[in-house]
């Protein structure tokens, strides 16, 4: 998955794949993991946030199922 670069000190890029739902995040430790059937307005309200680790922490860990890919 093609990931984009963000402005973030605790994240490194997001990519999300809107056909499946599939929201992959590279931390800033070199972590990758894969969150399953996230709503593309997570995406969307992810990419827009002015601070990227908080809504990540609100949003998005520990309410999506995810895997470690790297």
């Known amino acids: ?3 984009e670069p963000v ?5 490194r890029s997001v990519g999300y794949d809107k056909t499946v739902l599939i929201l992959e995040i590279e931390f800033a430790t070199g972590s990758v993991y894969r ?4 709503p593309d307005a ?3 309200g992810l990419m827009a946030a002015p601070s990227k680790g908080r809504f990540f922490a609100a949003r998005i860990k520990d309410r999506y199922r ?3 890919i790297r």
Not at 7 to 11: L, T
Not at 35 to 38: E, I, L
């Open 1 to 3: 998955m093609q990931r």
């Open 7 to 11: 402005k973030s000190s605790n994240i």
């Open 42 to 44: 997570v995406y969307t």
């Open 35 to 38: 969150y399953a059937n996230v």
């Open 66 to 68: 995810c895997t470690k």
